[in-house]
């Protein structure tokens, strides 16, 4: 039984989901592994930015962008709301960013912020 949910609070760039393909056929994570994209309290600017293969737990929403399964915990929702995740692989920069509308500010490195 499917509980995914046709809209999701958030965006993958084709970048961004073209490494997590990559990373989940590297890593040969099963299907029983999602995408887990969230928040916590920590880094510098108050909260970090969660983004990882993870089991459904409880309290988590189903999500499918462009074919991967996304677990997100419902109250993470409104943190999130609008951010697009890219993935950079430049000379200046490599790895995940990002786009937050909702921080009000962000650190340096670009993985914590605040609300």
Do not use: W
Request: net charge negative.
């Amino acid at each position: 039984m499917s509980t995914a949910v046709e809209t999701a609070p958030v965006t993958l760039t084709e970048g961004a989901v073209k490494e997590l393909y990559k990373l989940r056929d590297q890593q040969e994570i099963s299907d029983d592994f999602g995408l887990r994209i969230g928040v916590e309290g920590g880094g510098c600017s108050g909260m970090s930015y969660i983004l990882g293969f993870d089991q459904k737990k409880d309290g988590d929403t189903e999500y499918m962008i462009e074919g991967l399964r996304v677990f997100m915990h419902k109250a993470h929702g409104m943190y999130l709301l609008g951010m697009q995740i890219d993935f950079q692989d430049g000379l200046n920069a490599r790895g995940f960013t990002f786009n937050n509308p909702n921080a009000a500010s962000t650190c340096g490195c670009g993985t914590s912020f605040s609300v």
